[in-house]
């Protein structure tokens, strides 16, 4: 997203973890990188607090993992919650200035698996579920605050995120990034109060709101509990 922005003429902050892939990034035209550790409480707010004026926002950081939920941690359940529901939070929260005297945008990058019940993923599938009404909700209370807020939530990925050995059977069904990424600019620009990209995700998606979730569900947990036998 980053990269498709910077080339029509966007002037890019990412953010990241990792400084070797933010001087990837950097290394692009109008591209700036800010090394940032979501996992600190103290390093968003001093983001937030040091960001120069912004024309929107993007809220793309995101961990998943694929197991039992009885084999887990709760260390690990934490993490991912901090990640990608409260980093955003706050996140939303401390800018929320920023973006307001600039008529701003955000952008919540959610999931598929937020609309529906993914065994396996139970966590992850949770935290987005959060993000997609905590976006919707914060849509109707900023419209009157002149920042636009739109939920984006594309199914699975070919990312580095999901290039663990639990999610290998199931690549073959995941979308290509650059394609992901061009459909999440296009809801940037137009900003609608939720948008689910590829025909199949919209079906899912359909689906969700006709049949029970308890049927989706156990059609979820059959699909992943063979991918993690296999």
Sequence with gaps: ????????????????????RLAELEAEVR???????????????????????????????GVTFSERFLS???EIDAALIQT???????LIRGLLPNLKQNQGRILIIASLGG?????????YAGSKAFMINFGLSLREELKHEN??????????????????PSMKALERNFAPVAEV???????????????VPGRQNKLIAGLSKIVPRSFLAKQAERIYRKALDS
């Design 1 to 20: 997203m980053a990269l498709q922005l910077a080339t029509r003429g966007e002037r890019i902050l990412a953010s990241g973890r990792r400084a070797e």
């Design 31 to 61: 591209i700036d990188g800010l090394q940032l550790d979501l996992g600190s409480e103290a390093d968003i707010a001093s983001a937030c607090e040091n960001m120069p004026p912004l024309s929107g926002v993007i809220l793309n950081a």
């Design 72 to 74: 887990g941690d709760f």
């Design 84 to 90: 990608n529901v409260i980093a955003n939070v706050q």
């Design 115 to 123: 609309l529906t019940p993914v065994p396996y993923q139970s966590v």
């Design 147 to 164: 920042v636009q807020v739109s939920v984006f939530a594309p199914g699975g990925i070919k990312t580095e995120m999901t290039n663990i």
């Design 181 to 195: 990424a061009a459909d999440a600019v296009k809801t940037y620009d137009k900003m609608p109060a939720l948008y």
